[in-house]
């Protein structure tokens, strides 16, 4: 096994180059942080971090804690993430607590007997419920909320999305396409991101003049099996079918299509249907899905930056809180004049 002297005569640099470059702690030149790095690769050298921890007291190892690895959304966070501790040799511990709020207090307990130096915390709903999180604050470990805030956690960094002018516009946008009866389905409203949307939501039905309506809004969670089952219910209300649908997330949208398919309802010729989301339906998928899309990869690596920067240690800032603007992205699904545009397969 290669050692860190043999490191620094392969790259034709001290021992404490090497380690400046490892640690990520002191500036090294672009040149000389190359040509350790290719010499780390040439003899596979893997540093030894329980020794480093012993003498640092750094374990340069994060954890990611998110409600869903299944979810499209949340990988993009953590590969945004990871394009930043990468390049500053830190580890990334993935926990999935399937939103739930036991396995988020486990999984936070697990990380700190694992002596993590930091946390990325994509929150379960908790209806308020922090006190595992103050737990993690107060042996040390910082963390930094992505996605969802928390209420009682505003002094802890944060990195989201403006949640409230991001839906206000798209269903401003539904408003302009002709629609007033605009039906919202939404994850669990104990979710601060969710009740932000429900505000943009409202808010761009009134000042259009529309009143809002509780029956319009369908509260689950961010699972495909929901959008089938609230889109159903939406279309069984007593007040009558819904002309467009204001959907969370792309997973309940696939739900939703599925339903509309039962249903015998057409997008867009009898209901439109918008989304909020981090990425889109491929291309070749009919009707294209008009789309809220946020800067998901950019949650995940501004949300390592702000967990570096209080690891990095000296004076410590106030608490920060981020908010990044999404882009809609208008496509066919709301659009009443889209027709079939595929040519007829071939006899």
Not at 150 to 159: A, F, I, K, P
Not at 173 to 197: F, K, P, Q
């Amino acid at each position: 096994m290669a050692t860190l002297k043999e490191v620094a005569k392969r790259a034709r640099v001290s021992a404490g180059t090497v380690s400046h470059v490892l640690s990520g702690n002191t500036p090294v030149s672009p040149a000389l942080r190359k040509r350790v790095q290719d010499a780390i690769a040439a003899l596979d050298y893997c540093p030894d971090h329980v020794a480093r921890s012993l003498k640092t007291g750094r374990t340069k190892t994060v954890g990611i804690v998110i409600p869903d690895i299944t979810n499209p959304f949340f990988p993009q966070i953590i590969r945004g993430a990871e394009s930043v501790f990468w390049g500053r040799d830190y580890s990334l511990l993935t926990l999935n607590t399937d939103d739930d709020l036991e396995r988020e207090r486990r999984a936070l307990a697990f990380l700190r007997s694992r002596q993590v130096d930091g946390v990325l915390l994509i929150i379960a709903p908790n209806r308020g419920d922090v006190s595992h999180i103050r737990r993690t604050l107060e042996a040390g470990v910082p963390v930094v909320c992505l996605d969802r805030e928390s209420e009682g956690l505003e002094d802890v960094d944060s990195v989201s999305v403006d949640d409230m002018a991001a839906a206000k516009e798209c269903v401003s946008h539904l408003i302009a396409m002709g629609h007033r009866e605009i039906a919202m389905l939404t994850g669990s409203l104990s979710l601060n991101n969710v009740r932000e949307r429900v505000k943009g939501y409202k808010e761009a039905l009134r000042e259009a003049g529309i009143p809002s309506s509780c029956e319009l809004i369908k509260e689950g969670d961010f699972r495909k099996g929901t959008g089938t089952r609230l889109c159903h219910e939406a279309f069984a209300a007593k007040r009558g079918r819904p002309t467009a649908l204001f959907i969370s997330n792309m997973l309940m949208t696939m739900g939703a299509l599925e339903a509309l398919t039962e249903l015998g309802v057409r997008c867009p010729e009898d209901v439109a249907v918008a989304t909020f989301d981090g990425f889109a339906l491929p291309a070749f998928f009919r009707p294209a899905i008009t789309a809220v899309v946020q800067p998901v990869y950019e949650i995940g690596r501004l949300g390592a930056e702000m967990l570096l920067q209080r690891l990095d240690g000296g004076t410590q800032p106030p608490p920060v809180h981020r908010k990044l603007a999404a882009e809609l992205q208008v496509r066919e699904s709301t659009l009443r004049a889209f027709k079939n545009t595929l040519a007829p397969a071939r006899k």
